[in-house]
C-alpha cells in the first residue's frame, strides 16, 4: 500500500477545508452585508442556501468525473473555479450578483472535497 506523505497529506486537508471555512466567512458579516448591501437578513441567509444547494447538486456529477478524468485534474479545475467564483462573490456590488456567483464555490468546493478524500485511496 502506497503510503502519502506528511506534505500532501497536509495539503489534502488543507483544501478539504476550504469549503466549510468559506461558508462560516458568511456567517459572522452577516448584519454588515445586511447594511452595506442594503438588503433584508433573509435574502443575505439565502447565500448559504445556494452555496449548500450547489454542493448538493454537484457531488453528482463531479464524483463520476472524478473517477472518469481521474481525481487530481478534477480537483485542480475545481480549485481553479473555486477561486473565480470566491472572487466574484466578494466583489459582488449587490446581494443578487453575490447571491448568483456563490453558487461557484458551492459547486466546485464539492469536487474538491471529493477528489481530495479519495486522493489517498
Known amino acids: 500500500m502506497k503510503t502519502l506523505g506528511i506534505p500532501l ?8 477545508a476550504i469549503g466549510p471555512m468559506a461558508l462560516n466567512g458568511v456567517l459572522p458579516p452577516t448584519t454588515t452585508i445586511i447594511v452595506e448591501l442594503s ?7 439565502m447565500v448559504l442556501t445556494i452555496f449548500l444547494a450547489a454542493t448538493l447538486v454537484s457531488q453528482l456529477v463531479l464524483g463520476p468525473a472524478a473517477d472518469r478524468y481521474g481525481r487530481r485534474p478534477v480537483m485542480l479545475f475545481s480549485l481553479a473555479v473555486f477561486s ?5 462573490c466578494a466583489s459582488a456590488p449587490v446581494n443578487r450578483v453575490a447571491s448568483d456567483s456563490t453558487f461557484l464555490p458551492g459547486c466546485w468546493w464539492s469536487g474538491m ?3 481530495a478524500t479519495h486522493c489517498g485511496s
Open 9 to 16: 497529506m497536509l495539503l489534502l486537508i488543507a483544501i478539504s
Open 39 to 45: 438588503t433584508r437578513y433573509e435574502v443575505v441567509q
Open 84 to 88: 473565480l467564483g470566491s472572487v466574484a
Open 113 to 115: 472535497r471529493v477528489s
